[in-house]
């Protein structure tokens, strides 16, 4: 599931104008940077990795999403309204790693430790609230069917 | 990957809610498995333990401040490493070999000696080496009981997860693809029902 939730953030990147609806924090600006891992399911897992300043965009990227491959590592720039964050997600476990805080000048009285926690922990939402909107998205066939469709044609190369 | 700066790489894991009152008891219990330093004169490698957040030296918790305002348990796991790498090891061997030989107009030592002169120099190089120390965060947030592991190391996860289960008697439960879902508030049934879903194969000529 973490293989197919990359995936179609991709794709909503690209077809929903950069982002992704989110109930709390509206819509998050989603980008890819820098380095971007596609790998196919199954026992015997075949990965190409593609790096780039703009990897989503890459002709390579494109040829592995149509040899059936999946987004299975990804560093994402996500843009919250005033903050941006970058983190890598790897999509076995979607564990937060290397992510970079926005530098805010929180209240005086609020301590950097507090600050850089309540920072993390909106990052962590933001990316828990993708996955579970995602998650719904796909148990629920009849919304999912007309984007599973959309994400075909996108894969076969006519746009988002 | 640290929590106070630079870019943050962390573990998740969640755990029940504390007991009314735990100030006093978590105190209690992180001081008892505090972190004690290793004594170079025994065979002991490796050590790990809890040291206060922004004192790797200090193993006392108080109980009036664990909780920051924000509602955080913040504190560390120290883990010492004292090992004497292979190749120095052999060199100051073979040089303490070399001296006995020469000093007894011998030609080499026997096994059994060059195992008793190992030890030997393997107590004195102990004795002239600190330990590796490695310091991790770990933020606990008590209200939603999420725990945060500050690094993406297994094995110091798995030292971590054994160490904070003796302390506190509880179970730790990673967060991964599906226990993040009840978190965040689907049921059971619904987080079921997903091992039923077939992986969906995007590269179909679509219809």
Same mark, same amino acid.
């Given at each position: $599931?973490?293989?197919?939730?990359?995936?179609? /953030?991709?794709?909503?990147?690209?077809?929903?104008?950069?982002?992704?609806?989110?109930?709390?924090?509206?819509?998050?600006?989603?980008?890819?940077?820098?380095?971007?891992? /596609?790998?196919?399911?199954?026992?015997?897992?075949?990965?190409?990795?593609? =790096?780039?300043?703009?990897?989503?965009?890459?002709?390579?990227?494109?040829? +592995?999403?149509?040899?059936?491959?999946?987004? +299975?590592?990804? %560093?994402?720039?996500?843009?919250?309204?005033? %903050? =941006?964050?970058?983190?890598?997600?790897? +999509?076995?476990?979607?564990?937060?790693?290397?992510?970079?805080?926005?530098?805010?000048?929180?209240?005086?009285? +609020?301590? /950097?430790?507090?600050?850089?926690?309540?920072?993390?922990?909106?990052?962590?939402?933001?990316?828990?609230?993708?996955?579970?909107?995602?998650?719904?998205? %796909? $148990?629920?066939?009849?919304?999912?069917?007309?984007?599973?469709?959309?994400?075909?044609?996108?894969?076969?190369?006519?746009?988002? | 990957?640290?929590?106070?700066?630079?870019?943050?790489?962390y573990l998740r894991?969640?755990?029940?809610?504390?007991?009314?009152?735990?100030?006093?008891?978590?105190?209690?219990? #992180?001081?008892?498995?505090?972190?004690?330093?290793?004594?170079?004169?025994?065979?002991?490698?490796?050590?790990?333990?809890?040291?206060?957040?922004?004192?790797?030296?200090?193993?006392?918790?108080?109980?009036?401040?664990?909780?920051?305002?924000?509602?955080?348990? !913040?504190?560390?796991?120290?883990?010492?490493?004292?090992?004497?790498?292979? *190749?120095?090891?052999? &060199?100051?061997?073979?040089?303490?070999?070399?001296?006995?030989?020469? &000093?007894?107009n011998r030609e080499? #030592?026997?096994?059994?000696?060059?195992?008793? !002169?190992?030890?030997?120099?393997?107590?004195? !190089?102990?004795?002239?080496?600190?330990?590796?120390?490695? #310091?991790?965060d770990i933020a606990?947030?008590?209200?939603? *009981?999420?725990?945060?592991?500050?690094?993406?190391?297994?094995?110091?996860? &798995?030292?971590?997860?054994? !160490?904070?289960?003796?302390?506190?008697?509880?179970?730790?439960?990673?967060?991964?693809?599906?226990?993040? #879902?009840?978190?965040?508030?689907?049921?059971?049934?619904?987080?079921?029902?997903?091992?039923?879903?077939?992986?969906?194969?995007?590269?179909?000529?679509?219809?």
């Amino acid at each position: $599931m973490g293989r197919e939730f990359l995936t179609w /953030l991709w794709f909503e990147a690209e077809r929903n104008e950069g982002g992704v609806d989110t109930p709390t924090f509206g819509r998050v600006g989603v980008d890819f940077g820098q380095r971007l891992s /596609l790998e196919t399911g199954g026992n015997t897992k075949e990965g190409s990795t593609v =790096q780039a300043d703009a990897p989503s965009q890459a002709e390579e990227a494109r040829t +592995a999403l149509r040899t059936g491959k999946k987004v +299975a590592k990804a %560093r994402l720039l996500l843009d919250a309204g005033e %903050r =941006q964050y970058q983190v890598n997600l790897d +999509a076995e476990s979607l564990t937060i790693a290397g992510a970079k805080l926005p530098t805010m000048l929180g209240p005086k009285d +609020a301590s /950097l430790l507090d600050e850089r926690l309540r920072l993390i922990d909106e990052l962590e939402a933001i990316l828990d609230e993708m996955y579970v909107g995602f998650v719904r998205l %796909r $148990m629920d066939e009849g919304r999912w069917a007309p984007v599973r469709e959309a994400m075909r044609e996108w894969v076969a190369g006519s746009g988002a | 990957m640290a929590l106070a700066s630079g870019s943050v790489s962390y573990l998740r894991f969640f755990v029940a809610p504390p007991p009314e009152g735990f100030e006093r008891l978590y105190a209690e219990q #992180l001081g008892a498995l505090r972190f004690v330093e290793i004594d170079p004169r025994s065979e002991v490698e490796k050590v790990n333990g809890w040291v206060q957040f922004d004192d790797a030296f200090a193993g006392d918790f108080d109980p009036g401040t664990l909780v920051t305002p924000s509602g955080y348990l !913040l504190f560390r796991l120290r883990i010492d490493t004292l090992k004497i790498p292979a *190749g120095t090891m052999k &060199a100051y061997v073979d040089q303490e070999a070399m001296n006995r030989c020469k &000093a007894q107009n011998r030609e080499k #030592l026997s096994r059994k000696e060059l195992d008793q !002169l190992k030890l030997e120099v393997k107590k004195q !190089l102990r004795l002239r080496s600190l330990p590796k120390l490695q #310091l991790v965060d770990i933020a606990w947030n008590i209200q939603s *009981g999420e725990v945060r592991l500050f690094s993406a190391s297994k094995a110091v996860a &798995a030292a971590f997860v054994e !160490l904070f289960e003796k302390t506190f008697q509880t179970n730790l439960q990673a967060v991964g693809l599906r226990s993040v #879902l009840w978190l965040r508030g689907m049921n059971e049934a619904e987080v079921d029902s997903l091992s039923l879903l077939e992986p969906e194969r995007f590269h179909l000529i679509p219809r």
